[in-house]
Protein backbone atom coordinates (compact mmCIF):
# COMPACT_ATOMS: atom_id res chain seq x y z
CA UNK A 1 0.00 0.00 0.00
CA UNK A 2 1.18 3.56 -0.87
CA UNK A 3 0.93 6.89 0.40
CA UNK A 4 -2.54 8.41 0.64
CA UNK A 5 -4.30 11.40 -0.92
CA UNK A 6 -4.43 14.71 1.19
CA UNK A 7 -8.40 14.49 1.36
CA UNK A 8 -8.33 11.06 3.33
CA UNK A 9 -7.54 13.11 6.42
CA UNK A 10 -11.34 13.53 7.15
CA UNK A 11 -11.82 9.82 6.87
CA UNK A 12 -9.75 9.39 10.25
CA UNK A 13 -11.01 12.12 12.35
CA UNK A 14 -12.83 9.62 14.64
CA UNK A 15 -9.63 7.37 14.81
CA UNK A 16 -8.12 10.08 16.18
CA UNK A 17 -9.96 9.61 19.73
CA UNK A 18 -9.26 6.22 19.52
CA UNK A 19 -5.93 6.07 19.60
CA UNK A 20 -5.46 9.61 22.10
CA UNK A 21 -7.13 7.43 24.25
CA UNK A 22 -4.81 4.60 24.40
CA UNK A 23 -2.09 6.89 23.93
CA UNK A 24 0.98 8.37 25.59
CA UNK A 25 4.62 8.62 25.73
CA UNK A 26 5.22 6.14 28.49
CA UNK A 27 5.54 2.82 28.43
CA UNK A 28 2.72 2.18 30.40
CA UNK A 29 -0.21 2.16 28.95
CA UNK A 30 -4.15 1.00 30.28
CA UNK A 31 -5.91 -0.54 27.48
CA UNK A 32 -9.15 -0.20 27.03
CA UNK A 33 -11.83 -2.57 26.22
CA UNK A 34 -12.98 -3.85 22.53
CA UNK A 35 -16.26 -1.99 21.59
CA UNK A 36 -19.41 -3.59 19.92
CA UNK A 37 -18.28 -2.07 16.42
CA UNK A 38 -15.79 -4.62 16.09
CA UNK A 39 -18.42 -7.08 15.19
CA UNK A 40 -19.97 -5.10 12.64
CA UNK A 41 -18.66 -5.93 8.65
CA UNK A 42 -15.92 -3.21 8.10
CA UNK A 43 -18.21 -1.00 5.10
CA UNK A 44 -20.82 -0.54 8.20
CA UNK A 45 -17.63 0.24 11.01
CA UNK A 46 -15.73 2.47 8.24
CA UNK A 47 -19.09 4.13 6.98
CA UNK A 48 -20.12 5.21 10.38
CA UNK A 49 -16.47 6.62 10.78
CA UNK A 50 -16.74 8.48 7.23
CA UNK A 51 -20.20 9.78 8.21
CA UNK A 52 -22.09 7.41 6.09
CA UNK A 53 -24.59 6.68 9.01
CA UNK A 54 -24.80 7.55 12.15
CA UNK A 55 -24.09 5.04 15.04
CA UNK A 56 -27.24 5.09 16.41
CA UNK A 57 -28.98 4.04 12.86
CA UNK A 58 -26.72 1.03 12.87
CA UNK A 59 -29.67 -1.20 13.93
CA UNK A 60 -31.06 -3.99 11.67
CA UNK A 61 -34.82 -2.23 11.24
CA UNK A 62 -32.88 0.73 10.02
CA UNK A 63 -30.28 -0.89 7.80
CA UNK A 64 -33.20 -2.69 6.32
CA UNK A 65 -35.15 0.13 5.61
CA UNK A 66 -35.15 1.52 1.81
CA UNK A 67 -33.12 4.41 0.88
CA UNK A 68 -34.47 7.54 -0.96
CA UNK A 69 -32.85 8.71 -3.68
CA UNK A 70 -32.21 11.99 -1.65
CA UNK A 71 -30.38 10.48 0.98
CA UNK A 72 -28.60 8.27 -1.03
CA UNK A 73 -27.42 11.17 -2.98
CA UNK A 74 -26.56 12.82 0.32
CA UNK A 75 -23.47 10.30 0.65
CA UNK A 76 -22.70 10.19 -2.54
CA UNK A 77 -22.31 13.86 -2.58
CA UNK A 78 -20.18 13.01 0.85
CA UNK A 79 -18.32 10.63 -0.56
CA UNK A 80 -17.37 12.48 -3.71
CA UNK A 81 -15.90 15.16 -1.42
CA UNK A 82 -13.78 12.91 1.16
CA UNK A 83 -12.38 12.01 -2.06
CA UNK A 84 -11.47 15.23 -3.32
CA UNK A 85 -13.73 15.12 -6.56
CA UNK A 86 -15.80 18.16 -5.81
CA UNK A 87 -15.12 21.34 -3.23
CA UNK A 88 -18.42 20.39 -1.44
CA UNK A 89 -20.43 17.59 0.01
CA UNK A 90 -23.42 19.32 -1.24
CA UNK A 91 -26.08 17.38 -3.72
CA UNK A 92 -25.72 20.28 -6.61
CA UNK A 93 -22.23 19.18 -7.15
CA UNK A 94 -24.02 15.67 -8.55
CA UNK A 95 -26.57 17.89 -10.30
CA UNK A 96 -23.54 20.24 -11.82
CA UNK A 97 -21.34 17.30 -13.03
CA UNK A 98 -24.24 15.13 -13.82
CA UNK A 99 -24.25 12.12 -11.90
CA UNK A 100 -27.39 13.09 -10.57
CA UNK A 101 -30.22 13.81 -13.70
CA UNK A 102 -32.43 16.08 -11.90
CA UNK A 103 -33.19 16.71 -8.06
CA UNK A 104 -32.72 13.73 -6.01
CA UNK A 105 -36.12 13.25 -4.74
CA UNK A 106 -38.32 10.94 -1.84
CA UNK A 107 -38.69 8.28 -4.21
CA UNK A 108 -36.60 5.12 -4.12
CA UNK A 109 -33.38 3.70 -5.47
CA UNK A 110 -33.34 0.97 -7.61
CA UNK A 111 -30.29 -1.58 -7.95
CA UNK A 112 -30.01 -0.68 -11.42
CA UNK A 113 -30.42 3.16 -10.68
CA UNK A 114 -27.76 2.82 -8.31
CA UNK A 115 -24.89 0.62 -10.34
CA UNK A 116 -25.49 3.46 -13.27
CA UNK A 117 -25.07 6.33 -10.81
CA UNK A 118 -21.84 5.09 -9.17
CA UNK A 119 -20.75 4.55 -12.83
CA UNK A 120 -20.91 7.97 -13.63
CA UNK A 121 -19.34 9.27 -10.19
CA UNK A 122 -16.55 6.79 -11.48
CA UNK A 123 -16.61 8.51 -14.91
CA UNK A 124 -16.02 11.99 -13.40
CA UNK A 125 -13.40 10.92 -11.04
CA UNK A 126 -11.28 9.53 -13.94
CA UNK A 127 -11.60 12.39 -16.10
CA UNK A 128 -10.01 13.88 -12.50
CA UNK A 129 -7.40 11.17 -13.36
CA UNK A 130 -7.65 9.95 -9.83
CA UNK A 131 -8.42 6.06 -11.58
CA UNK A 132 -8.32 4.20 -14.95
CA UNK A 133 -11.23 2.87 -16.46
CA UNK A 134 -9.79 2.35 -19.66
CA UNK A 135 -8.43 -1.53 -18.88
CA UNK A 136 -11.89 -2.51 -17.48
CA UNK A 137 -14.91 -4.42 -19.92
CA UNK A 138 -18.37 -5.20 -17.51
CA UNK A 139 -20.00 -8.44 -17.50
CA UNK A 140 -23.79 -8.28 -17.85
CA UNK A 141 -26.02 -9.79 -15.49
CA UNK A 142 -28.74 -12.20 -16.22
CA UNK A 143 -31.31 -9.78 -15.75
CA UNK A 144 -29.47 -6.87 -16.29
CA UNK A 145 -27.39 -5.44 -19.74
CA UNK A 146 -25.05 -2.77 -19.24
CA UNK A 147 -25.31 -0.03 -21.56
CA UNK A 148 -22.33 0.56 -23.79
CA UNK A 149 -21.46 4.12 -22.33
CA UNK A 150 -21.77 2.64 -18.82
CA UNK A 151 -19.25 -0.79 -19.78
CA UNK A 152 -15.43 0.38 -18.44
CA UNK A 153 -17.02 1.96 -15.54
CA UNK A 154 -19.70 -0.51 -14.65
CA UNK A 155 -16.52 -3.36 -15.55
CA UNK A 156 -14.46 -0.81 -13.08
CA UNK A 157 -16.83 -1.31 -10.19
CA UNK A 158 -17.08 -5.14 -10.68
CA UNK A 159 -13.44 -5.72 -10.82
CA UNK A 160 -13.26 -3.54 -7.60
CA UNK A 161 -15.98 -5.78 -5.90
CA UNK A 162 -17.88 -2.45 -5.07
CA UNK A 163 -21.14 -3.85 -7.06
CA UNK A 164 -21.82 -7.29 -6.75
CA UNK A 165 -24.51 -9.45 -8.38
CA UNK A 166 -26.59 -12.23 -6.68
CA UNK A 167 -25.43 -16.13 -6.57
CA UNK A 168 -27.52 -16.36 -9.61
CA UNK A 169 -25.97 -14.42 -11.54
CA UNK A 170 -28.40 -11.50 -11.75
CA UNK A 171 -28.28 -8.17 -10.03
CA UNK A 172 -31.51 -7.60 -8.98
CA UNK A 173 -32.06 -4.30 -10.71
CA UNK A 174 -35.42 -3.48 -10.08
CA UNK A 175 -34.98 -3.97 -6.28
CA UNK A 176 -34.96 -1.22 -3.61
CA UNK A 177 -31.68 -0.16 -2.34
CA UNK A 178 -31.73 -0.91 1.80
CA UNK A 179 -29.46 1.55 3.40
CA UNK A 180 -27.22 -1.14 4.44
CA UNK A 181 -26.39 -1.79 0.99
CA UNK A 182 -26.06 2.06 -0.22
CA UNK A 183 -23.26 2.19 2.62
CA UNK A 184 -22.15 -1.08 1.57
CA UNK A 185 -21.58 0.47 -2.21
CA UNK A 186 -20.46 3.87 -1.21
CA UNK A 187 -17.64 2.75 1.14
CA UNK A 188 -16.31 -0.06 -0.88
CA UNK A 189 -16.33 2.62 -3.92
CA UNK A 190 -14.03 5.21 -1.37
CA UNK A 191 -12.13 2.29 -0.93
CA UNK A 192 -11.34 1.37 -4.02
CA UNK A 193 -11.40 4.53 -5.47
CA UNK A 194 -9.03 5.75 -2.45
CA UNK A 195 -6.81 2.95 -3.00
CA UNK A 196 -5.89 3.13 -6.61
CA UNK A 197 -5.46 6.60 -6.22
CA UNK A 198 -2.51 5.71 -3.43
CA UNK A 199 -1.06 2.86 -5.92
CA UNK A 200 -0.08 5.54 -8.59
CA UNK A 201 1.85 7.00 -5.79
CA UNK A 202 5.88 5.67 -4.83
CA UNK A 203 5.58 3.11 -2.31
CA UNK A 204 7.91 5.10 0.40
CA UNK A 205 6.44 3.38 3.51
CA UNK A 206 2.97 1.09 4.33
CA UNK A 207 -0.37 3.48 4.81
CA UNK A 208 -3.49 2.85 4.71
CA UNK A 209 -6.61 5.14 3.37
CA UNK A 210 -8.32 5.64 6.24
CA UNK A 211 -5.27 6.36 8.66
CA UNK A 212 -3.46 9.79 7.20
CA UNK A 213 0.14 9.71 7.65
CA UNK A 214 0.10 12.64 9.80
CA UNK A 215 -1.50 10.42 12.36
CA UNK A 216 -0.17 9.01 15.62
CA UNK A 217 -1.02 5.70 14.67
CA UNK A 218 1.59 5.75 11.77
CA UNK A 219 4.46 5.46 13.85
CA UNK A 220 2.97 2.59 15.38
CA UNK A 221 2.47 1.03 13.00
CA UNK A 222 6.03 1.54 10.87
CA UNK A 223 7.42 0.25 14.15
CA UNK A 224 5.71 -2.92 13.72
CA UNK A 225 6.36 -2.63 9.94
CA UNK A 226 10.34 -2.47 10.43
CA UNK A 227 10.18 -5.53 13.47
CA UNK A 228 8.26 -7.68 10.49
CA UNK A 229 4.56 -8.09 11.97
CA UNK A 230 3.04 -7.29 8.61
CA UNK A 231 5.38 -9.48 6.65
CA UNK A 232 3.25 -12.02 6.20
CA UNK A 233 -0.23 -10.78 6.32
CA UNK A 234 -2.21 -9.16 3.36
CA UNK A 235 -3.62 -5.92 4.47
CA UNK A 236 -6.81 -4.41 2.68
CA UNK A 237 -6.60 -0.77 2.10
CA UNK A 238 -8.42 0.37 5.41
CA UNK A 239 -6.45 -0.10 8.46
CA UNK A 240 -9.51 -0.68 10.56
CA UNK A 241 -8.46 -0.50 13.47
CA UNK A 242 -11.94 -0.87 15.57
CA UNK A 243 -12.24 -4.02 13.74
CA UNK A 244 -11.45 -7.32 15.69
CA UNK A 245 -7.88 -9.30 15.13
CA UNK A 246 -8.35 -13.33 14.16
CA UNK A 247 -6.16 -15.73 16.21
CA UNK A 248 -4.84 -16.54 12.39
CA UNK A 249 -3.74 -13.01 12.13
CA UNK A 250 -2.09 -12.58 15.92
CA UNK A 251 -0.81 -16.05 14.70
CA UNK A 252 1.06 -14.59 11.30
CA UNK A 253 2.03 -11.24 13.43
CA UNK A 254 4.11 -13.20 15.51
CA UNK A 255 5.60 -16.17 12.92
CA UNK A 256 6.55 -12.20 11.32
CA UNK A 257 8.28 -10.87 14.34
CA UNK A 258 10.19 -14.24 14.91
CA UNK A 259 11.04 -14.31 11.02
CA UNK A 260 12.52 -11.05 10.63
CA UNK A 261 14.57 -11.35 13.56
CA UNK A 262 16.37 -14.86 12.64
CA UNK A 263 14.69 -16.67 15.35
CA UNK A 264 12.58 -19.95 14.67
CA UNK A 265 9.39 -19.41 16.27
CA UNK A 266 8.29 -22.98 18.85
CA UNK A 267 4.94 -24.19 16.94
CA UNK A 268 4.38 -25.78 19.83
CA UNK A 269 3.93 -22.91 22.01
CA UNK A 270 2.24 -20.74 19.52
CA UNK A 271 -0.37 -23.43 19.41
CA UNK A 272 -0.65 -23.48 23.30
CA UNK A 273 -1.18 -19.95 23.07
CA UNK A 274 -4.42 -20.16 21.02
CA UNK A 275 -5.39 -24.21 22.20
CA UNK A 276 -9.03 -23.00 22.87
CA UNK A 277 -9.56 -20.95 19.63
CA UNK A 278 -10.07 -21.57 16.04
CA UNK A 279 -7.83 -19.46 13.32
CA UNK A 280 -11.06 -17.72 12.12
CA UNK A 281 -12.27 -16.43 15.48
CA UNK A 282 -11.21 -13.39 17.29
CA UNK A 283 -7.95 -13.20 19.53
CA UNK A 284 -8.81 -12.34 22.99
CA UNK A 285 -7.47 -10.32 25.64
CA UNK A 286 -5.62 -13.68 27.35
CA UNK A 287 -4.38 -14.49 24.26
CA UNK A 288 -2.89 -11.66 23.52
CA UNK A 289 -1.29 -11.55 26.57
CA UNK A 290 0.46 -15.06 26.07
CA UNK A 291 1.42 -13.83 22.72
CA UNK A 292 3.63 -10.60 24.49
CA UNK A 293 4.60 -12.88 27.20
CA UNK A 294 6.39 -15.20 24.25
CA UNK A 295 8.03 -12.38 22.54
CA UNK A 296 9.49 -11.04 26.27
CA UNK A 297 10.89 -14.67 27.14
CA UNK A 298 12.11 -14.94 23.35
CA UNK A 299 13.73 -11.61 23.21
CA UNK A 300 14.18 -9.80 26.93
CA UNK A 301 14.38 -12.64 29.14
CA UNK A 302 17.73 -10.82 31.00
CA UNK A 303 15.79 -7.87 31.48
CA UNK A 304 12.38 -8.96 32.86
CA UNK A 305 11.22 -8.39 36.44
CA UNK A 306 7.86 -9.64 37.29
CA UNK A 307 5.49 -7.17 39.19
CA UNK A 308 3.16 -7.87 41.24
CA UNK A 309 -0.36 -6.90 39.84
CA UNK A 310 -4.10 -8.02 41.15
CA UNK A 311 -6.78 -8.03 38.79
CA UNK A 312 -9.50 -9.29 40.08
CA UNK A 313 -11.18 -11.61 37.74
CA UNK A 314 -7.61 -13.56 37.44
CA UNK A 315 -6.36 -16.34 39.90
CA UNK A 316 -3.07 -17.78 40.02
CA UNK A 317 -4.41 -21.10 37.88
CA UNK A 318 -4.92 -18.88 35.04
CA UNK A 319 -2.32 -19.33 32.30
CA UNK A 320 -2.20 -15.67 31.55
CA UNK A 321 -1.43 -14.51 35.45
CA UNK A 322 1.99 -15.24 34.83
CA UNK A 323 1.94 -13.39 31.89
CA UNK A 324 0.13 -10.51 33.55
CA UNK A 325 2.88 -9.80 36.24
CA UNK A 326 5.82 -9.80 33.46
CA UNK A 327 3.78 -7.45 31.56
CA UNK A 328 3.51 -5.30 34.61
CA UNK A 329 7.10 -5.46 34.98
CA UNK A 330 7.82 -3.75 31.89
CA UNK A 331 5.11 -1.12 32.67
CA UNK A 332 2.84 -2.41 30.84
CA UNK A 333 -1.28 -2.89 32.08
CA UNK A 334 -3.78 -4.58 30.36
CA UNK A 335 -7.88 -4.25 31.50
CA UNK A 336 -9.83 -2.04 33.31
CA UNK A 337 -9.36 0.76 35.83
CA UNK A 338 -11.81 -1.22 38.22
CA UNK A 339 -9.22 -3.88 37.92
CA UNK A 340 -10.91 -6.27 35.90
CA UNK A 341 -8.25 -7.87 32.83
CA UNK A 342 -11.54 -9.30 31.26
CA UNK A 343 -9.24 -12.01 29.24
CA UNK A 344 -12.59 -13.24 27.27
CA UNK A 345 -13.03 -9.51 25.18
CA UNK A 346 -11.98 -9.45 21.92
CA UNK A 347 -9.16 -7.35 21.56
CA UNK A 348 -9.39 -5.06 18.30
CA UNK A 349 -6.18 -4.09 16.09
CA UNK A 350 -5.65 -0.36 17.77
CA UNK A 351 -5.29 -2.31 21.02
CA UNK A 352 -3.24 -5.43 19.83
CA UNK A 353 -0.99 -3.02 17.66
CA UNK A 354 -0.37 -0.58 20.22
CA UNK A 355 0.31 -3.24 22.92
CA UNK A 356 2.60 -5.39 20.82
CA UNK A 357 4.69 -2.12 19.71
CA UNK A 358 5.08 -1.32 23.18
CA UNK A 359 6.31 -4.75 23.73
CA UNK A 360 8.88 -4.91 20.62
CA UNK A 361 10.20 -1.38 21.47
CA UNK A 362 10.73 -3.04 25.10
CA UNK A 363 12.57 -6.09 23.83
CA UNK A 364 14.67 -3.80 21.65
CA UNK A 365 13.34 -5.66 17.88
CA UNK A 366 13.42 -2.58 15.87
CA UNK A 367 16.13 0.45 16.27
CA UNK A 368 14.88 3.79 17.49
CA UNK A 369 13.50 5.97 15.04
CA UNK A 370 15.80 8.72 14.71
CA UNK A 371 14.56 12.51 15.63
CA UNK A 372 13.90 13.94 12.25
CA UNK A 373 13.37 17.62 14.18
CA UNK A 374 11.28 20.42 13.11
CA UNK A 375 11.01 21.22 9.01
CA UNK A 376 8.85 23.79 7.20
CA UNK A 377 5.70 23.56 5.66
CA UNK A 378 5.50 22.18 2.11
CA UNK A 379 3.04 23.18 -0.47
CA UNK A 380 1.65 19.82 0.00
CA UNK A 381 1.09 20.37 3.73
CA UNK A 382 -0.90 23.95 3.22
CA UNK A 383 -2.60 21.86 0.90
CA UNK A 384 -3.84 18.88 3.64
CA UNK A 385 -4.77 21.55 5.74
CA UNK A 386 -6.76 23.41 3.66
CA UNK A 387 -8.67 20.54 2.49
CA UNK A 388 -9.18 19.17 6.59
CA UNK A 389 -10.56 22.56 7.49
CA UNK A 390 -12.75 22.30 4.28
CA UNK A 391 -14.28 19.13 4.65
CA UNK A 392 -14.71 20.07 8.62
CA UNK A 393 -16.74 22.91 8.12
CA UNK A 394 -18.78 20.79 5.77
CA UNK A 395 -19.18 18.42 7.70
CA UNK A 396 -20.33 20.66 10.64
CA UNK A 397 -22.54 22.41 8.20
CA UNK A 398 -24.37 19.44 7.07
CA UNK A 399 -25.15 18.04 10.69
CA UNK A 400 -26.63 21.70 11.67
CA UNK A 401 -28.64 21.23 8.55
CA UNK A 402 -29.67 18.12 9.76
CA UNK A 403 -30.41 19.13 13.37
CA UNK A 404 -32.86 21.72 11.90
CA UNK A 405 -35.19 19.09 9.74
Known amino acids: MKQPNNYFVTGALLTILAIALLGGSSLLSTV ?10 RELRLGCELGLISAEHLKTATLD ?26 VSELLRTSIIANKASSGNMSRASTIETLARAAIIISGKDLINLSESR ?13 SNAIGWLQTKYVVRGYPDG ?37 SFIDIPLSHPMME ?35 NGVFARAGKEIDQVRLKTIFSDSSSDSFTKRRHLALALEYI ?41 GDGRFAGDESITWYEAAKLLNEVIKFAAITSPAEDKGDRLAVKSDIEALKALIRAKKDRVHQILRAKKR
Open 296 to 336: LDEFARDRLNARKVDYRDVSIEQPEFESLLKLAGCGLALGY
Open 32 to 41: LASNNLGRLP
Open 65 to 90: RKITAKSFAERLSLTMMLLGAQESAE
Open 138 to 150: AKNYRDYKVAEKY
Open 220 to 254: IIENLTQGGAFDKLILRPSFDGDSFVSVADLTEML
Open 170 to 206: SLGKNRNLTTREAVFFLYRFYEAVSSEMMSKRPAEKL
